[in-house]
C-alpha cells in the first residue's frame, strides 16, 4: 500500500487523565462500565485522528477486558496507540490504568482494540494517507496481533456474528 509519508506510534499516541467524580459511580460505589468504554472510544478517537489527519468514527471494539474496578477519588489514566494502518481503517490499542497517588505507579484495570475508519465528509471510508513506521520489537508485536485480530473480525463477519 502507497502512503504519502508515514508517521511513528508516538506520533499519535494520546494519553489522559481524570479523577473519579460521584456522577462516575454506579450503585456499587464503582466506576460505570459504560462510562470508562466512552472515555477509552474517545481517547483512541483522538490517537487515530492525530494519525490520519482527519475525521474517524469507532467500527468496532475487540478484546474489551474489565481487569480490576475503579473507585471515587482513584486518577484513571488512558493512554491510546495507532498498532496497525490499512487502506482506510486503523487498529488503537487502548490501556486504563489507576495511578497511586503516594508512589505514581500504574495497575491495568482495561485494556481495548478499537477499530476506527478515516471517515470524508460525508462520512464514507476515506484512504489513509500516513502509514504507520514500527521503530520498535513491540510495535512489531502489535502489529502481528492486529493482522491477527483482523482476519478474526472477517470470519466472524463472514459467519454472522
Known amino acids: ?10 506520533d499519535s499516541k494520546t494519553e489522559w487523565v481524570k479523577c473519579i467524580q460521584n456522577e ?11 462510562r470508562l468504554m466512552e472515555w477509552m472510544d ?4 483522538i490517537a487515530a485522528t492525530r494519525h490520519c489527519g482527519g475525521h474517524v468514527t469507532t467500527a468496532a471494539c475487540d478484546d474489551l477486558q474489565f481487569k480490576n474496578a475503579a473507585f471515587l477519588n482513584d486518577i484513571v489514566v488512558i493512554i491510546s496507540k495507532v ?33 476506527e475508519v478515516h471517515v470524508d465528509e460525508s462520512g ?21 496481533g492486529a493482522m491477527k485480530r483482523l482476519e478474526m473480525r472477517k470470519r466472524r463477519r463472514a459467519e454472522g456474528f
Open 124 to 144: 464514507k471510508p476515506a484512504a489513509i494517507r500516513f502509514g504507520l513506521k514500527l521503530e520498535s520489537e513491540s510495535d512489531k508485536a502489535e502489529w502481528e
Open 83 to 115: 498498532t496497525y494502518v490499512g487502506r482506510s481503517s486503523m487498529e488503537v490499542r487502548t490501556d486504563v490504568y489507576i495511578e497511586e497517588r503516594e508512589t505514581g505507579l500504574r495497575r491495568v484495570i482495561n485494556r481495548a482494540y478499537f477499530t
Open 24 to 34: 462516575d459511580i454506579n450503585g456499587a460505589g464503582r466506576l460505570y462500565g459504560g
Open 42 to 45: 474517545q481517547v483512541s478517537g
Open 1 to 10: 500500500m502507497e502512503y504519502e509519508r508515514y508517521k511513528t506510534v508516538e
